[in-house]
């Protein structure tokens, strides 16, 4: 995997990350359907100073087992985990489920053992989602982005109402040219995906998806964002399904200045 071209730099005087040795926990999907929005999560951190390191060892946060009642192996999962990100001074996670995950439901799992627990309380501390540690923790307010197009922001449940990413993500938005936010009528409200949700109940799902879809078209913009790939693959399926022309990407694409590459789903340019 060869890493693109990095963009024009966020003007900065002193890098807030300065100094801050960040591990970014990368995502299976980000891994293995949009690799491009890790890239962008690299950017946009060390354009804020940090040393950024990407553990090879790392692989998923263990939330499908967690999530179908299957501790053992969410637990196995954690272990493995916490082993790959315990020396870093911060971890970030350019997601709102997996950083919930990892920030809420760890330490319970080691209930048995307290040593084990500690860690896993220690990783969750100083576990964020990306928007919320560029906004809350470095205190960047702007970026070095232009992006020409009307946007609409989806808030995704865990991001939202695990860790409370709302207004971090569009102060950032905010700031780069030509960029213009129109909210949609309900952005809190679920697009259906819920990981294993989808499959267990796919007809509920996708009444809840069809819901979204038309609040999305309601606001005529150009390009729906969010900060979790699962929900945007969700919806930018069901967007090309119904012949909307609706570009989808991660945030973080558009904040890194990557707005040029092809939307999630979309046939890369030959």
Same mark, same amino acid.
């Given at each position: 995997m060869t890493r693109p071209p990095t963009s024009a730099a966020a003007p900065s005087d002193r890098p807030p990350g300065r100094g801050l040795t960040v591990g970014l926990f990368v995502t299976c999907l980000v891994d293995m359907f949009r690799p491009s929005v890790g890239f962008a999560a690299v950017k946009l951190l060390e354009d804020a100073g940090c040393r950024v390191a990407v553990p090879d060892v790392q692989t998923c946060c263990g939330q499908p087992a967690y *999530?179908?009642?299957?501790?053992r192996d969410a637990r196995a999962v954690a272990a493995q985990v916490i082993a790959a990100f315990d020396d870093f001074d911060h971890v970030v996670v350019p997601s709102g489920s997996c950083g919930g995950m990892i920030a809420h439901h760890y330490p319970a799992l080691f209930d048995d053992d307290p040593a084990m627990r500690r860690r896993a309380e220690t990783l969750a501390g100083k576990t964020? #989602?990306?928007?919320?540690? @560029? &906004?809350?923790? +470095?205190? &960047? /307010?702007? &970026?070095?982005?232009?992006?020409?197009? *009307?946007?609409?922001?989806?808030?995704? !449940?865990s991001g939202l109402r695990e860790l409370g990413v709302k207004a971090q993500p569009r102060t950032l938005l905010a700031s780069v040219a030509g960029l213009k936010l129109v909210e949609m009528a309900?952005?809190?409200? !679920?697009?259906?995906?819920?990981?294993?949700? !989808?499959?267990?109940?796919?007809?509920?799902?996708?009444?809840?998806? *069809?819901?979204?879809?038309?609040?999305?078209?309601?606001?005529?913009?150009?390009?729906? +964002?969010?900060?979790? @790939?699962? !929900?945007? %693959?969700? %919806?930018?399926?069901? @967007?090309?399904?119904?012949?909307?022309?609706? /570009?989808?990407?991660?945030?973080? #694409?558009?904040?890194?200045?990557?707005?040029?590459?092809?939307?999630?789903g979309e046939p890369e340019a030959a």
């Open positions: *999530n179908s009642g299957d501790r964020h #989602e990306l928007m919320a540690f @560029l &906004v809350d923790v +470095l205190g &960047v /307010q702007r &970026v070095a982005a232009r992006y020409d197009a *009307n946007v609409t922001y989806h808030d995704s !449940c309900n952005p809190e409200v !679920c697009c259906g995906f819920g990981g294993t949700f !989808c499959v267990k109940y796919p007809d509920i799902s996708n009444a809840m998806l *069809n819901d979204k879809i038309a609040d999305i078209g309601a606001t005529g913009a150009g390009t729906l +964002l969010a900060g979790d @790939l699962g !929900c945007l %693959m969700n %919806m930018a399926g069901k @967007l090309q399904r119904d012949g909307k022309p609706v /570009q989808v990407r991660h945030t973080a #694409e558009v904040l890194a200045g990557m707005g040029d590459i092809a939307g999630i």
